[in-house]
């Protein structure tokens, strides 16, 4: 079985636990690697030794605001991308953040789509966008777990029904390993769907 590589890692750094907490969602289901801060001046130390991707950071905070924390990411990590957003956009604070060599500005609220597009191209700047087949991967994955949990049945009791490893069909829902045709039959026929109902919209 292919491996697929391990996700990408995001950082999301914003004083409101709400937003903090449905970027840790959005991104999640998306296949990100999430982790979130609701103190800025966390985090230049988690940049330092979290080996992260992407940096999504608020602008506006109380004690240390966007621009200051960028700078410090700066010192430390002069590759890592950062996108910023906040909900008070200014021409001042945009000039300040693309000097600081911020990949994009968004204004908060933002579109879900608008902001996956954003981050398809920061990831193909860094060289890190996912291949297609690692797409159809997490597709495939998220699909399966979406129709066994509509079916109310647990991994061992697909495990029952398909002959399928509990490991194997867990690593096929988190997109970790490629389910092979036959597999992909056995579980089709155990969710009593197609097998191309398995591809989602790919």
Request: glycine share 4%; charged share 30%; net charge negative.
């Amino acid at each position: 079985m292919a491996k697929a590589p391990q996700p990408l890692k995001v950082l999301v750094v914003d004083d409101d636990q709400e937003i903090c907490d449905f970027m840790e969602t959005f991104l999640t289901k998306d296949g990100f690697e999430v982790k979130t801060l609701s103190d800025p001046a966390e985090a230049p130390d988690e940049v330092k030794v979290g080996g992260y991707h992407l940096v999504i950071l608020d602008l506006m905070m109380p004690n240390m605001d966007g621009v200051e924390v960028l700078e410090r990411l700066r010192k430390i990590d002069s590759d890592v991308a950062v996108v910023i957003f906040t909900g008070y956009p200014s021409l001042d604070t945009a000039v300040k953040s693309m000097k600081l060599d911020a990949v994009d500005y968004l204004k908060k609220p933002f579109n879900p789509d608008e902001f996956r597009e954003v981050i398809d191209r920061v990831m193909r700047k860094k060289g890190l966008l996912r291949t297609p087949e690692e797409n159809l991967h997490r597709v495939i994955g998220e699909t399966i777990r979406g129709l066994r949990k509509d079916r109310a049945l647990t991994l061992k009791q697909m495990a029952r029904r398909t002959g399928l490893s509990v490991s194997l069909l867990s690593q096929i829902e988190r997109a970790e390993s490629s389910a092979s045709i036959s597999s992909l039959y056995k579980i089709a026929t155990a969710l009593d769907v197609r097998i191309q109902d398995l591809f989602g919209e790919y």
